[in-house]
């Protein structure tokens, strides 16, 4: 039986403490892994020792051991850093990122990440919440052209009707063909 993303995310924490670029160049991989397009500006930018700083004093990301250059992050700190990317590359502003944070416990922060990055960590994201003994995942299928679908998941943001239609709409340009209006 392969491992669950929950499992494989965690493995990650071995790589831990991170110094701020450690932590960065350790997330930037993992997001670039997803295969996520990003939806503006911001959330195409890798993270950086700077950006984490500022995450960290706008109150996005837990304050580090140490200070400085001493400073560590360790796999709480990851987890808080990965879900921002994600959110971002999702469409999410760091306002509604940092309400979302907040409300998040270490479980469940696990699981919206591990959830996120289940395709990239070579899972089936519904593995994660049947790894955790919770309900399965629904998925929402939306066909765009013969031979492909987008799939959203239900909990997502992005489910919601006018953003399903935005997307399909958009692959259909992307593939340049108007016919399939």
């Given at each position: 039986?392969?491992?669950?993303?929950?499992?494989?995310?965690?493995?990650?924490?071995?790589?831990?403490?991170?110094?701020?670029?450690?932590?960065?160049?350790?997330?930037?991989?993992?997001?670039?892994?997803?295969?996520?397009?990003?939806?503006?500006?911001?959330?195409?930018?890798?993270?950086?020792?700077?950006?984490?700083?500022?995450?960290?004093?706008?109150?996005?990301?837990?304050?580090?051991?140490?200070?400085?250059?001493?400073?560590?992050?360790?796999?709480?700190?990851?987890?808080?850093?990965?879900g921002i990317k994600i959110r971002?590359?999702?469409?999410?502003?760091?306002?509604?990122?940092?309400?979302?944070?907040?409300?998040?416990?270490?479980?469940?922060?696990?699981?919206?990440?591990?959830?996120?990055?289940?395709?990239?960590?070579?899972?089936?994201?519904?593995?994660?919440?049947?790894?955790?003994?919770?309900?399965?995942?629904?998925?929402?299928?939306?066909?765009?052209?013969?031979?492909?679908?987008?799939?959203?998941?239900?909990?997502?943001?992005?489910?919601?009707?006018?953003?399903?239609?935005?997307?399909?709409?958009?692959?259909?340009?992307?593939?340049?063909?108007?016919?399939?209006?």
């Amino acid at each position: 039986m392969a491992d669950s993303p929950i499992t494989l995310l965690r493995a990650h924490a071995r790589h831990a403490p991170w110094n701020a670029r450690g932590l960065a160049a350790h997330v930037t991989a993992l997001v670039d892994a997803t295969g996520m397009r990003p939806t503006n500006a911001s959330a195409r930018v890798a993270p950086s020792a700077r950006s984490i700083r500022f995450y960290v004093a706008n109150g996005l990301l837990d304050r580090p051991e140490g200070t400085g250059t001493a400073a560590t992050y360790n796999y709480r700190h990851f987890l808080q850093l990965l879900g921002i990317k994600i959110r971002q590359r999702e469409g999410a502003t760091l306002e509604s990122i940092k309400s979302e944070l907040r409300e998040l416990t270490g479980d469940s922060l696990e699981r919206r990440v591990a959830t996120s990055l289940a395709p990239a960590l070579g899972v089936r994201a519904d593995a994660v919440a049947q790894s955790d003994g919770d309900q399965p995942l629904s998925w929402r299928r939306v066909p765009v052209a013969e031979g492909i679908e987008i799939h959203v998941r239900d909990d997502s943001p992005a489910a919601r009707d006018e953003a399903v239609v935005a997307m399909r709409e958009a692959v259909r340009a992307a593939l340049g063909r108007e016919e399939l209006r």
